[in-house]
């Protein structure tokens, strides 16, 4: 093999592997943090458990002055979620959709919120938020791809992990990350169990 074909390999995996990587995260960087409207006073630093610790002093800081804001309660429930506190990320997400739960975001909150619950082992409430983001947002591949992890992985209804991610594929067929949903779809099919591993956020 030339050492130009096996340099144009690896250059390739490694951007379907950041593809990937992208597709299937709903990061802070849409989910409402930093330029997309995050208060000053909270910082974003670099994720470590110290910054992590005072982003979220300086959030419950802000909220105690001002519960209504929304940034804040979803900037929150993000680093409850980073720092796997599900129980406070449910409740922290909560608040930002009762406060408005029509932003162009809701259905990224939604997704996330859904994530803890199905961390708590709340199978149910996992489906309801992952369909209700994918009813505000038909074109949510997030919540198609996660409904079908919980209804293969935790429910073990795999003909409802199938219509999931056919609606995933009708979506996006051709990427990589609709080539795996494809392969998992084929895998559950065939009677092979379900699908190992997969992105949550």
Do not use: C
């Not at 895998?187 to 092979?192: C, S």
């Amino acid at each position: 093999m030339k050492k130009e074909n096996l340099v144009f390999i690896v250059v390739a995996l490694l951007v379907g592997l950041l593809g990937g990587f992208l597709i299937f995260s709903v990061t802070n960087k849409n989910k409402g943090g930093g330029s997309q409207g995050m208060p000053s006073g909270v910082p974003m630093g670099s994720g470590s458990p110290t910054d992590y610790s005072q982003r979220i002093a300086e959030a419950e800081k802000i909220l105690a002055q001002d519960p209504k804001n929304y940034q804040v309660w979803v900037q929150l429930g993000n680093d409850y979620f980073d720092t796997e506190q599900p129980q406070k990320a449910v409740n922290a997400y909560g608040k930002a959709l009762e406060i408005d739960s029509s932003r162009p975001d809701t259905p990224n909150v939604l997704t996330d919120q859904g994530v803890m619950y199905r961390k708590m082992g709340l199978f149910d409430k996992a489906v309801a938020n992952f369909e209700k983001a994918s009813t505000i947002d038909p074109k949510h591949l997030q919540s198609l791809y996660n409904l079908g992890v919980v209804y293969a992985n935790d429910l073990k209804q795999n003909d409802k992990a199938i219509a999931a991610w056919q609606r995933y594929v009708a979506l996006d067929a051709m990427s990589p990350q609709g080539q795996q949903v494809k392969a998992m779809i084929e895998e559950l099919k065939a009677g092979g169990g379900p699908p190992k591993g997969g992105s949550w956020k």
